[in-house]
């Protein structure tokens, strides 16, 4: 499929992949990412598209799997939250404390702020690594350099971030 067909039907892949996240996700945001991405992902794949049939079932597919990843995440973060509550937990009748949220809501705005100061290409491949769960050859493939210079980047931004962190803990 050339650019201009794949522009001719977009709407409509968006429109597509906005109908799938908003069945499967909580919030419009969140289905609004999930169709951003799926019409990012469907796009480095236009040459390989045959018609606008094929293009609608592939964006359904990858928005499907885009959801599930992000429910996946939203249990995840949940569940994390769950289990620092039962540690804190006090003597039957009394709430759990709330400086433990605070500290873990700290904790993921330093992490945030640490993780926004690696170099641009090296935040990138550890977010579609980390978050997006791809493997090295599909970010490879994504961003258009070799596997070998992914698990370089990758472990670059890994090896900061752990030294950063040892670095707070000294603290």
Do not use: Y
Not at 22 to 46: F, G, I, K, Q, Y
Not at 100 to 122: A, C, G, S, Y
Request: net charge neutral; aromatic share 4%.
């Amino acid at each position: 499929m050339t650019q201009n067909e794949f522009e001719a039907i977009a709407a409509h892949l968006r429109a597509r992949a906005h109908s799938v996240a908003r069945r499967m996700l909580p919030s419009a945001e969140d289905a609004e990412d999930a169709a951003s991405d799926a019409m990012l992902r469907l796009w480095t794949l236009h040459g390989q598209l045959k018609d606008e049939g094929h293009a609608l079932s592939l964006v359904a597919v990858i928005t499907h799997r885009l959801s599930i990843d992000v429910v996946r995440r939203m249990k995840k973060t949940q569940s994390l939250f769950a289990d620092a509550d039962k540690c804190q937990e006090k003597p039957a009748g009394q709430w759990a404390d709330p400086s433990n949220h605070i500290e873990l809501e700290e904790d993921e705005r330093w992490l945030v702020l640490q993780m926004e100061k690696l170099p641009p290409r090296e935040l990138q491949v550890l977010k579609l690594r980390q978050t997006e769960h791809c493997s090295n050859e599909e970010i490879a493939r994504l961003l258009g350099i070799s596997e070998a210079s992914v698990k370089v980047m990758l472990s670059n931004a890994r090896r900061k971030l752990f030294n950063d962190i040892k670095m707070r803990i000294r603290q």
